[in-house]
């Protein structure tokens, strides 16, 4: 069955460093998600991203943060300048057309 | 006011018992409704859409009231392995966002 993945599973990061998230969507997906999760609390739409652009963002996408989908497969989050309050789970998750998402396993970010 | 809300919980049930989780929705143009389970730590994955004529998959029964706003999950004959956590999610028109409520604990116990 086709799964989205995502790599690292958890990444370790001081504080002000640059991280990059990587996930591989579903092949045949459209549309492509960052959602966060911090420990406790609701998971939280971060940005879609669809024919090779951002189509919607939240408030919590500032200049910080960055998506790419630099080769067609790959979708890439990134972080500049990381903060501790971006310790969270962070989940990818693709969608063909109008129905249900499906997630990856989820990148465990800590900023210390 | 909050665009998805759930009863936290948690719901403690023996198994065997038949348990009701309700969610409310605030933007009445919505479209897309789903229940997504999570365990501890994990990604959420898709338990059911959520139709308007209701819809069943085995022992799970999922409701949508659209003039109240309102969706519900029955779970029948509850397992131990049902418990987990069970995520509202509405999503307003097409490709839109996946908007996710809290989310409601469930535990079975034996």
């Known amino acids: 069955e086709p799964e989205v993945t995502q790599t690292p599973s958890h990444q370790v990061t001081q504080m002000g460093q640059e991280v990059i998230l990587r996930c591989v969507p579903i092949?045949?997906?459209?549309?492509f998600y960052w959602y966060r999760q911090i420990l406790g609390q609701k998971v939280e739409f971060l940005v879609s991203f669809y024919n090779n652009e951002i189509s919607e963002k939240s408030e919590i996408f500032d200049d910080q943060f960055s998506v790419e989908r630099p080769d067609g497969s790959n979708f890439t989050l990134k972080i500049r300048s990381t903060k501790l309050e971006d310790s969270a789970m962070y989940f990818c998750a693709s969608r063909f057309d109008r129905v249900e998402a499906f997630f990856g396993q989820g990148t465990r970010l800590t900023v210390v | 006011r909050k665009e998805v809300e759930q009863d936290p919980g948690p719901f403690n049930v023996p198994e065997g018992a038949t348990v009701a989780f309700n969610c409310t929705y605030s933007?009445?143009?919505?479209?897309?409704f789903f229940w997504y389970r999570q365990d501890c730590r994990k990604e959420p994955k898709l338990l059911m859409s959520v139709y308007s004529s209701g819809n069943e998959d085995g022992r799970f029964t999922a409701q949508l009231n659209r003039a109240s706003q309102y969706i519900s999950l029955l779970i029948r004959d509850s397992k131990l392995s049902d418990s987990a956590t069970y995520l509202c999610v509405v999503s307003y028109s097409g490709n839109t966002p996946l908007v996710f409520g809290k989310g409601t604990r469930l535990s079975v116990i034996a």
């Open positions: 933007n009445s143009a919505s479209q897309s």
């Open positions: 092949s045949n997906h459209l549309y």
